[in-house]
Nanobody, 126 residues
């Protein structure tokens, strides 16, 4: 069964850290760009970070310097390290896979992604 499974979310105080994982089953991530999106209540889904198949990383301005995306193809997993968390980072975080033979660049257009995870909740609150 082809799927992406996120984990690592939770409740954390402002300034704290979390590491999210996105594990693929049923297919290999080697040729996919992986993006993390997030959606807060009442807001549109927002692209947060993207990593290409050759590990070039991109970040939206609001998380630059605080979040780090990485991938371990041997484990078929992508990670998003969240640091210096703020209450406005509270959202459900989703990972999504985009095959780079079809679209060779990172983007944050949800409709162009092939697979999605079910999401993991991140809550930043004191």
């Amino acid at each position: 069964q082809v799927q992406l499974v996120e984990s690592g979310g939770g409740l954390v105080q402002p300034g704290g850290s979390l590491r999210l994982s996105c594990a693929a089953t049923g297919f290999t991530l080697d040729y996919y760009a992986i993006s993390w999106f997030r959606q807060a209540p009442g807001k549109d889904r927002e692209g947060v970070s993207c990593i290409t198949s050759d590990s070039n990383a991109y970040y939206t301005d609001s998380v630059k310097g605080r979040f780090t995306i990485s991938r371990d193809n041997a484990k078929n997993t992508v990670y998003l390290q969240l640091s210096s968390l703020k209450p406005e980072d509270t959202a459900v975080y989703y990972c999504a896979a985009l095959h780079m033979s079809r679209i060779p660049v990172c983007n944050y257009y949800p409709r162009e992604y092939d697979y999605w995870g079910q999401g993991t909740q991140v809550t930043v609150s004191s």
